[in-house]
């Protein structure tokens, strides 16, 4: 599976959600993993929001 075009502003709700600081790459995933299984449950679109910059190590890669 990969990404899915999300409406914006068509009356249909919608959610922007992901966590607040990035403490590797693994707890990433399993962030977006549970989100996309919380929006097929329910069928709220979920726009999963990484704040690259808000890392606890400032070295950390997520590319890798």
């Not at 075009?5 to 992901?18: D, S, T």
């Not at 989100?35 to 726009?47: C, D, H, K, M």
């Amino acid at each position: 599976d990969g990404p899915a075009a999300v409406e914006v502003g068509g009356g249909k709700l919608f959610l922007i959600a992901g966590p607040c600081v990035i403490e590797s790459r693994d707890s990433a995933l399993r962030h977006s993993a549970r989100l996309v299984e919380i929006s097929r449950q329910t069928g709220v679109p979920i726009i999963y929001r990484l704040n690259p910059d808000a890392t606890v190590a400032s070295k950390l890669d997520l590319a890798a």
